[in-house]
């Protein structure tokens, strides 16, 4: 179980869960932090009356080595064609990387857990919204992930499909350590440096599980 001090890292690191209740205005820029949509690419989203497309649904891994901890999400973020969005963060525990599956509540709360999701999506010309009753549905087979977000009564709100990416953060160090290039940090402070090689076995060992 993740303390509130390292719940809140995972919201400014990986998740960045909206904090509004039943489908209202997400007004915080801030709360969506999960990369721009593409308008093309190999996942696909069916929700409502529209069809939403991204590269893929990531699965991002963040180690932390001081306290030791680690912060795992898998996040997709699609656009339609007539510029609508829709977007899910989802974190998962360590079970996930051998079962290959994973369920979460949807949740308005800022501080996200294995079992929590968030789903917020924008029509075009209108205000960003956010779910927060019902569930998210995830399975991988190999590195194609496909999945289901339902209601509270169980109807189908969204079905995805496509191919899985994985990105791993680690201590600068730990690249050092592998005799890998540590990449310059991208903002002051940082303390983590994408694995982009993944030289290190930590990281080595999860991309593995997911080929």
């Known amino acids: 179980m993740l303390s509130m001090r390292h719940g809140a890292l995972v919201v400014a690191l990986l998740l960045s869960a909206c ?6 205005r997400v007004t915080s820029r801030q709360a969506l932090t999960a990369e721009r949509p593409q308008p093309r690419g190999a996942a696909t989203v069916r929700a409502d009356d529209r069809t939403y497309s991204a590269p893929s649904v ?3 891994v963040a180690f932390v080595e001081h306290p030791p901890d680690t912060m795992r999400a898998v996040m997709l973020s699609a656009q339609a064609e007539d510029g609508s969005t829709w977007r899910f963060r989802m974190s998962v525990g360590d079970a996930f990387f051998t079962s290959k599956r994973a369920t979460a509540r949807l949740t308005p709360m800022n501080v996200l857990g294995p079992g929590l999701a968030v789903v917020d999506y924008q029509r075009a010309g209108e205000p960003e919204m956010a779910m927060d009753e019902g569930t998210l549905e ?3 087979t190999g590195n194609q992930a496909k999945g289901e977000v339902r209601e509270k009564d169980g109807r189908v ?5 496509g191919p ?3 990105e791993c953060m680690v201590p600068p160090a730990w690249l050092s350590h592998a005799n890998a290039p540590v990449p310059a940090s991208p903002e002051a402070g940082e303390v983590r440096v994408l694995d982009e090689a993944l030289a290190t076995p930590r990281c080595r060992s999860i991309a593995d599980a997911f080929r």
């Open 58 to 60: 990531r699965f991002s």
């Open 157 to 161: 709100r969204a079905t995805f499909e």
């Open 138 to 140: 995830l399975t991988v």
């Open 164 to 166: 899985l990416t994985f």
């Open 19 to 24: 904090a509004k209740p039943k489908e209202e």
